[in-house]
């Protein structure tokens, strides 16, 4: 387990974003998060980041917060290849979790790859649950697991 430091992120961590982008296959777009981040953005998203806790303070991992009606929506979680298994998913969804129970959502729904077992035993751990699939969502034409959960996220205990 890794405790990182968890705070929003700003215009100034764009280079740690793309930089663990560019390692992801699960990559938010460039000129989204630009815009979402900069000074006089109307964007109603929140980017949560996972720091090390070394001086130079890189970013380890993000998540992307937003609004699907009156549901919280996950719109992007991923955490540095090196990082992975330490638990900095787990705390970044807990900490999505606090920010949208202060956004008044009471659930909170994602889209995910069928083929993503990692993510999905992650957010199962984490209280959500399949709800429907979208058939041929991705552009490769993969299902996307539509799953939900209400809020706040409880870590489910194991057997
Ligand atoms: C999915 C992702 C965010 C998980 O981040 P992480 O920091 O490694 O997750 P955690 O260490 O908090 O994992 C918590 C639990 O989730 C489950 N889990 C996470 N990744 C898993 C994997 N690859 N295989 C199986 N179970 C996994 C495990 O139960 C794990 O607990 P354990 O390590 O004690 O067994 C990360 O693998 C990632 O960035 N993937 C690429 C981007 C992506 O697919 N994002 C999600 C969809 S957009």
Known sequence: MYVPEIDFLTFEDLPGILRINAASSCSWPEEVIRSDLKQDS???????GAFATTAEAPLLGYAVLGREKRS???????????YRRKGIG???????????????????K??????NSGAIALYTQMSFVGETVRRGYYSNGEDAIIMSASLPLKLSTRP
């Not at 109307?42 to 949560?48: K, W």
């Not at 994602?110 to 083929?115: A, E, H, I, P, T």
């Open 90 to 108: 787990r705390q970044l969804l807990a900490a999505i979790s606090d920010c949208a129970v202060y956004l008044n959502f009471r659930r909170i």
């Open 42 to 48: 109307d964007s109603e998203t929140t980017y949560i």
């Open 72 to 82: 919280g929506l996950l719109m992007a979680l991923v955490v540095d290849e090196v």
């Open 110 to 115: 994602l889209k995910v790859r069928k083929s």
